[in-house]
């Protein structure tokens, strides 16, 4: 039989942890897979940042991208691999530069989604550029900002229209907050929205192609808690529903790795912020779900790799509007955004490989996680970003809490 390698790549920057871990799970599992009366087998390697001719031919079949959204020579490799090279990447970076927060809600919101009341203010203050003064001049009509304060309700959060990381983002009581608030924003385009308080439940649902993680997401607590080691924390109708529209938002967009926060209010998820297509990897967040993710991200890759998987660069927007567009309750429409989902993420035939090509991976990863290894990429991971006295300490905590998921896995 005919052996044919396929190439993964990881374009990184600051990860450390989680590469380690996927490259060395990848090994073990040692994949050689029969698929078209061909061996199917496997190079994972990290993509370098050089000089390129747009012509130059790529070696990748698959790049797991963390560089896109900030670090610009690579997203333009990658633009160059997907045109003139079939490249498919997690995730589309046109999408991924051009879609912010804002279009999101704009987008999942003519879907119907239950995002909460979003108005975009123009900026407190401008850089200076020649047409500035006479546009403004013209165009920009005064406006009475606690007048909009009052419209939305109260609390409401002001937020960047692109935001990412908490940067920027204020929750505001009343009109002389806002007021206040608004006079600190500076340059910055900002989003006023509506605060969904009091909320029951917070969560953050990770997409990795069509796998969800459901994690209890506490926002005030210290980073490496944030991530709650809760299960079954959540009714089936309830992972449904935040399944379905994380699978949608994901496939909407092109974005094989993404996060959707969804508030519970009174019975209704409301999704606040989903577009966080570069989600949190390392295992000082992630901890007990880091090796969801390790595993997820193996899974997927494979997939995508092994079955020349189409990277779709046109987004279909019509099909979702025209749904849109049908007199139906939000949840019938929800059902049927999914079903276009579903097919763009190969759900059935993403079952069938990973049932056939790999049934000992929770065997391997179970071994695996218990590993010298994996203790030693967390203590880098841990080195890079905590002060020297703390370093055994959280060490210690994060393995103990992937020991803690091993014991409940192998359970
Ligand atoms: N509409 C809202 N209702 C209630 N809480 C909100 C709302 N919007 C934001 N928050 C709170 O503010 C936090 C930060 O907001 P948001 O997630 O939109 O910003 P971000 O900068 O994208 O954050 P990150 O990238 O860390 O997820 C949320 O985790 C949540 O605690
Ligand atoms: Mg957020």
Not at 37 to 59: C, H, S, W, Y
Request: net charge negative.
């Amino acid at each position: 039989m005919a052996t044919r390698t396929r190439h993964i790549g990881l374009s990184l920057g600051a990860d450390i942890c989680w590469p380690i871990c996927y490259e060395a799970l990848f090994r073990k599992l040692d994949l050689n897979l029969d698929i078209g009366g061909e061996t199917v087998n496997f190079e994972v390697e990290r993509v370098a940042i050089e000089p390129f001719d747009l012509m130059q031919p790529v070696k990748y079949d698959v790049v797991i991208d963390r560089l896109t959204h900030w670090y610009h020579t690579s997203r333009e490799w990658i633009k160059k691999a997907i045109l003139t090279d079939d490249l498919y990447v997690f995730n589309n970076p046109w999408s991924l530069q051009a879609m912010e927060k804002h279009t999101s809600y704009c987008a999942m919101m003519r879907l119907g989604f239950p995002v909460p009341d979003t108005w975009l203010i123009p900026p407190k203050s401008y850089v200076e550029s020649p047409d500035l003064l006479s546009t403004l001049r013209k165009y920009a009509r005064l406006f009475d900002l606690g007048e909009i304060g009052e419209k939305i309700g109260y609390p409401l959060f002001m937020k960047p229209y692109d935001g990412g990381a908490w940067v920027g983002v204020t929750a505001i009581r009343d009109g002389e907050a806002l007021k206040n608030a608004y006079d600190e924003s500076g340059t910055r385009l900002m989003h006023l929205q509506h605060g969904v308080k009091p909320f029951d439940a917070f969560v953050r649902c990770v997409g990795l192609g069509p796998q969800f993680r459901y994690v209890n997401y506490d926002p005030d607590a210290p980073l490496h808690d944030r991530y709650r080691m809760d299960r079954d924390f959540l009714s089936e109708a309830d992972k449904k529903t935040l399944a379905q529209m994380t699978i949608v938002i994901n496939a909407f967009f092109g974005w094989d790795f993404n996060s959707c926060e969804a508030l519970r209010s009174n019975g209704v998820w409301r999704p606040i912020d989903f577009a966080n297509a570069c989600p949190d990897s390392q295992v000082t967040s992630l901890h007990y779900h880091f090796p969801w993710l390790i595993k997820s991200n193996i899974r997927w890759s494979a997939f995508c790799a092994a079955t020349d998987r189409s990277m779709h660069a046109n987004l279909n927007w019509g099909n979702y509007f025209e749904i849109a567009g049908r007199d139906l309750p939000f949840e019938d429409k929800l059902e049927q955004y999914a079903k276009l989902a579903h097919d763009y993420f190969q759900v059935d035939d993403f079952e069938a490989f990973c049932e056939k090509h790999l049934p000992h991976l929770d065997e391997v990863a179970h071994e695996f996680f218990g590993s010298d290894t994996v203790r030693d990429a967390i203590r880098q991971k841990v080195e890079a970003l905590y002060p020297e006295h703390e370093w055994d300490e959280f060490t210690e905590l994060f393995w103990q809490r992937i020991q803690t998921w091993r014991s409940e896995s192998a359970a």
